[in-house]
């Protein structure tokens, strides 16, 4: 069975830091470009993040740049997403998202989805 699992999610202080965890089963990762999205309530989904499938590549969005860092293991058949420096505007649910395209920020493009962590950011 194909899945995607998001974990490390969880409530942290602004200005703290979190690290997702995006891992993959049923597949190897290694032949998938993975993106990172979010969606706040009331919101739309966008994208936050994607990485190529040598990790070569990188996409951030505007407001996660110098922030947020994504990264693979695919050894470990896992993705993450370091986020430093978190702020109120970054809660949502965070979802990885695997595509056998190249990397991008259009999640139409992608064709595995996980679940979904809750990030929140509040004092």
């Known amino acids: 069975q194909v899945q995607l699992v998001e974990s490390g999610g969880g409530l942290v202080q602004p200005g703290g830091s979190l690290r997702l965890s995006c891992a993959a089963s049923?597949?190897?990762?290694?032949?998938?470009?993975i993106g990172w999205f979010r969606q706040a309530p009331g919101k739309e989904r966008e994208g936050v993040s994607c990485?190529?499938?040598?990790?070569?590549?990188?996409y951030y969005i505007d407001s996660v740049k110098g922030r947020f860092t994504i990264s693979r293991d695919n050894a470990k058949n896992t993705v993450y997403l370091q986020m430093n420096s978190l702020k109120p505007e970054d809660t949502a649910v965070y979802y990885c998202?695997?595509?056998?395209?190249?990397?991008?920020?259009?999640?139409?493009?992608?064709?595995?989805w996980g679940q979904g962590t809750q990030v929140t950011v509040s004092s």
């Open positions: 998202a695997a595509t056998a395209s190249v990397a991008t920020m259009s999640s139409s493009l992608y064709d595995y």
């Open positions: 990485i190529s499938r040598s990790g070569g590549v990188t």
């Open positions: 049923g597949f190897t990762l290694d032949y998938y470009a």
